[in-house]
């Protein structure tokens, strides 16, 4: 590729004006009712990637229909050639080839729903087949080529199974198979209703078979068959899935193939009979296998595997075991597509890496071919049709895209300006396009310290598999230092288990380090966040899982913050609350450790920023500082780096600590744990009170003092208010009317009592340019002492003698293995109450 002259963009004359226009941010595809959107978003629906996502075979078993990249491709086993074969509005997923090959039904989501529709191979017309404004997935043709079998939430906001007839390119009698109705089982991140996914026909037609969670507690369901003539349903095989099973039937219908974590931390392809029995593995490997499709012949099975980090496309021999890789490195596009190459540079020319978002006048999204492509999960309707997508890079790439108009957009972290660009491809383009970015400009000496991530989860189950010297690349791209990966469970897996360690990772340098750490995992207390462990993982990781070994709910969170602290680790509460929990008053169901463990002073940070409403932990947090506990504030992004759908990039919600030299992990946890730090998801903020600042303490005059103070915030998003907070109460406002981006101020507050000061920066609305619920910034505070108390000591203390109480009274509903078991937790909670009834006093 030969590359003239060079096309410089820069700051200078691409900065972005401020918008006040509000932002109304909406979960993707918010017609679905379930909880827990983050899971089955990633898990079940599918989401944009380069590589492919799933699969099906034409009848002559010669040549694959797979999606990709949005779009349904075509290629031959012996060729690679990848002929598109649709270029619509929306992205397309979900292939399935009619028996007589001429017809393909697919889904397009559309930016609101996701519809069934039809391509004629031979015209090469597109049909839609629905319109109901609904999810529609995985639909199957019967072996006839008649009917369609399909999931929607139609009607329910639930996914249940649906089949109709399927004549002249139109759906007719559309009928649901699976009732509406709620399981009397207690579940476990799923909902009550009950659900039906992953169907597949008999090759007589007369049965369907599909994975039904109906009175099942744990993973996505069984696998079922529907008998099409008398309703009756036959449970074939029982085991814990996780939405991507998607069984299929062999040719002579004798057996299974379907995707399992059977006793495992990753999926493989699963062989079972028919008839039910014992499951016996087809592949193995330390990644997932998913999606798999019989050939026609039932000698071969196409399938989707993430073993070299992004999707990619297989095909295994199921009598030998022979595994071939379907690669296409020719792509016959159906509008031309021209190369672009793009250089990240900083203001100075040097290289730097970024977050880049590419896309077209119809507003979809482009990168390059190897890439891994990351979408928030939500979305701004009223600025565009879809999320935004991006990718991250080491500062240069090549990217093919349609010739017209794009859009781009490039980022790297909170401290930079984020540029955004349009440039014109129409004609091709013959010179790389240098974008440079800006450095936000501080008041002087306040520019240098250390970020961090203290909440990330580096695989957890999503399309691809990632490994530290990768999330060391994404922790780059977003200008963040320290990255703690957080072992967990998902479901009976612990991805990560392999890559624990009590020292960084080998594939930290200079700039960054990786740590992994630990998440405990008990939904009844609420979860913990275990920091640089010396020792070893506490396991199993979890406590509280209904039918299970683990279903006592000891060790409860006290228990474990003590072992965390015999290895000197340090123990956080994590992605705390939801409006939904506090307000109007709690909820009767808040049950959550924290002021127990408060209390008895087991926690040492708190993720005031993180997966949560960070309004909602604030509103705790400041009444736990008004109880005299000095707990300093943390952000974790709870960032899934593996998934291809989340909200935020690893190191979207960070702490920063004032620091400098080599990073030093002993350092950084020191002062995490002191409080010399701010927490953030955008604004970049900072407070002096006389000559303290975060993490320090004044003593003032028992009569009251007046104390001077200044500060600033930054910002690459604008910032609606900024304001000074005594004892929970905003003292001085230092925003102006208009949002704003940078404000440099001072003042004077008098304080009377012992309390805490601090400076928030925050906006009631969401920005399209920060993948969060909306702006959010704090420092910690600086601690005022006298010989009086806190005014609002009493107060707070009685919030959370309420809340203890509410624990102790449901103490005699929960599952304890033993007495002694039972007995630890209640003395905790009798300590923990006479900590604050000693406050009210």
């Known amino acids: ?240 899935t996780s939405w991507r099973a998607k069984p299929d039937l062999s040719p002579d219908g004798t057996r299974f193939v379907y995707s399992s974590y059977l006793g495992r931390n990753w999926q493989q392809l699963w062989m079972l009979p028919a008839t039910g029995g014992y499951p016996i593995p087809l592949t193995y490997g330390e990644y997932d296998n998913t999606a798999p499709r019989w050939s026609p012949d039932g000698e071969r ?10 999707t990619s496309l297989w095909v295994v021999n199921v009598f030998n075991g022979m595994q071939q890789r379907i690669t296409a490195r020719t792509f016959q596009h159906l509008r031309p597509h021209t190369p672009v190459q793009l250089l990240i540079q ?43 997508h991006y990718f991250h890079t080491n500062g240069s790439e090549v990217v093919k895209v349609p010739m017209g108009k794009l859009r781009i957009q490039v980022s790297h972290g909170p401290q930079y300006e984020i540029q955004k660009l349009e440039i014109d491809a129409s004609n091709g383009m013959h010179e790389p396009v240098v974008i440079r970015l800006k450095k936000l400009s501080f008041p002087a000496g306040l520019d240098n310290g250390w970020s961090g991530d203290v909440h990330v989860h580096m695989n957890y189950a999503g399309h691809y598999q990632n490994n530290p010297d990768r999330l060391v ?47 405990f995992h008990t939904s009844f207390w609420g979860h913990l966040g275990l920091l640089n462990l010396k020792n070893h993982l506490l396991l199993p990781v979890y406590a ?73 932990s604030e509103h705790v947090w400041y009444k736990l500082l008004n109880c005299g506990m000095k707990i300093p504030a943390a952000a974790g992004t709870d960032a899934m780096t593996n998934y291809a759908s989340l909200r935020g990039p690893v190191g979207l919600n960070r702490v920063y600590v004032k620091a400098e030299g080599s990073l030093d992990v002993n350092v950084f946890q020191s002062e995490l744990k002191a409080g010399k730090s701010f927490v953030t998801n955008g604004p970049l903020v900072g407070l002096k009170v006389e000559s303290a600042t975060p993490g320090d303490s004044i003593m003032i005059n028992p009569k009251g003092q007046t104390l001077s103070y200044s500060g600033f915030m930054r910002s690459n998003v604008p910032v609606e208010k900024v304001e000074i907070i005594w004892n929970g109460e905003i003292v001085a406002t230092h925003s102006l009317k208009a949002s704003i981006q940078s404000v440099d101020f001072k003042g004077t507050i ?72 039972k007995n630890s937790v209640v003395s905790d909670i009798k300590n923990a109450k006479a900590f604050y009834q000693k406050l009210c006093n």
């Open 346 to 388: 900083t203001e100075h020319g040097n290289q730097i890496h970024a977050r880049i978002s590419i896309a077209d006048h119809r507003g979809k999204f482009y990168a390059p071919e190897e890439a891994w492509i990351h979408a928030d999960d939500s979305k701004y309707p009223t600025h565009h049709q879809f999320e935004s």
């Open 1 to 240: 590729m030969n590359y003239g002259r060079i096309v410089f963009i820069t700051g200078l004359f691409l900065r972005v004006a401020i918008t006040t226009t509000v932002a109304q941010r909406i979960p993707v595809l918010n017609q679905i009712d379930l909880p827990h959107n983050y899971y089955f978003r990633e898990l079940y629906l599918p989401q944009l990637t380069s590589g492919p996502s799933s699969v099906a075979w034409m009848p002559d078993g010669k040549s694959l229909v797979y999606s990709m990249a949005g779009s349904l491709w075509k290629q031959e086993l012996d060729s690679e050639v990848a002929e598109q074969l649709t270029d619509g509005e929306g992205y397309d997923y979900q292939p399935d080839v009619s028996p007589d090959g001429k017809k393909i039904i697919f889904v397009r989501y559309n930016g609101s729903s996701i519809e069934l529709m039809l391509l004629d191979l031979e015209t090469r017309q597109t049909f839609p087949l629905t319109n109901n404004k609904s999810v529609n997935l995985e639909p199957r043709w019967s072996p006839d080529g008649t009917q369609v079998a399909f999931v929607s939430t139609l009607n329910s906001g639930h996914f249940l199974l649906y089949v109709s007839n399927l004549s002249v390119n139109m759906l007719t009698e559309i009928r649901c198979l699976t009732p509406d109705r709620k399981s009397s089982v207690k579940r476990y991140y799923y909902s009550a209703y009950d659900h039906a996914i992953n169907p597949t026909w008999s090759r007589d037609g007369k049965a369907i078979y599909f994975i039904s969670n109906r009175e099942v507690a744990h993973g996505t369901g069984d696998l079922t068959k529907l008998n099409m003539l008398t309703g009756e349903l036959t449970t074939i095989h029982h085991e814990e």
């Open 544 to 616: 509280g899982y209904p039918q299970t070994a683990a279903e006592s709910v000891f060790p409860h969170n006290s228990f474990i913050a003590d072992q965390a602290h015999e290895q000197v680790a340090l123990v956080g509460y994590v992605h705390p609350f939801e409006q939904s929990e506090l307000f109007p008053d709690q909820a009767t169901t808040l049950v959550n450790e924290l002021p127990v463990d408060a209390a008895l002073g087991k926690i040492d940070y708190y993720e005031l920023i993180g997966f949560a409403d960070h309004k909602a």
């Open 750 to 821: 008098k304080v009377k009592g012992t309390g805490w000061l601090l400076l928030r920066a925050w906006s009631e609305n969401a920005h399209p340019d920060l993948p969060d619920l909306y702006p959010y910034a704090s420092t910690n505070p600086i601690y005022i002492q006298s010989n009086m108390k806190n005014a609002q000591q009493k107060q707070a203390a009685e919030y959370f003698l309420k809340w203890v109480t509410r624990i102790e009274s449901k103490i005699n509903d929960l599952v304890f293995r033993s007495d002694v078991e």
């Open 301 to 310: 099975i196409a399938f989707i595997s993430n073993r070299l980090g992004n």
């Open 473 to 519: 690349q994404q922790a780059k791209a977003e200008d963040l230092n320290f990255v703690y990966n957080l072992i967990v469970n998902k479901e009976q897996r612990i991805p990560d288990i392999g890559y624990f360690s009590t020292t960084p990772d080998k594939a930290s340098d200079t700039e960054t380090m990786v740590l992994h750490g630990e998440e």
